[in-house]
């Protein structure tokens, strides 16, 4: 069984940041790439950031900039610092880790609201 615990959700305004956490723990069989993903009031699904066990980051075009995704290995726990936040960036947050078996697991989500 694996846990994903996620933290630092909450209600900023236009401009400022904030940062997310997610911790994996459990049976997990190696962590490979780890990212974020969010759900706007849309619906809309969109992949916001990935890295890699080495370290390779990738962002979607509309976070460039702004965002920040860094992993601490030894704590299997991924962050996603958020700066510059705009009314869009509004959504839920979720932690996606995949392991060696390239099996994904999604934390329960934190709400990020950002208000103009």
């Known amino acids: 069984q694996v846990q994903l615990v996620e933290s630092g959700g909450g209600l900023v305004q236009a401009g400022g940041s904030l940062r997310l956490s997610c911790a994996a723990s459990?049976?997990?069989?190696?962590?490979?790439?780890m990212g974020w993903i969010r759900q706007t009031p849309g619906n809309q699904r969109e992949l916001v950031a990935t890295?890699?066990?080495?370290?390779?980051?990738n962002y979607a075009d509309s976070v460039k900039g702004r965002f920040t995704i860094s992993r601490d290995n030894a704590k299997n726990t991924v962050y996603l610092q958020m700066n510059s936040l705009k009314p869009e960036d509004t959504a839920v947050y979720y932690c996606?880790?995949?392991?060696?078996?390239?099996?994904?697991?999604w934390g329960q989500g934190t709400q990020v609201t950002v208000s103009s």
């Open positions: 890295i890699t066990t080495g370290g390779s980051t």
């Open positions: 996606d880790v995949e392991d060696a078996l390239l099996r994904h697991y």
């Open positions: 459990g049976s997990i069989f190696r962590i490979n790439t």
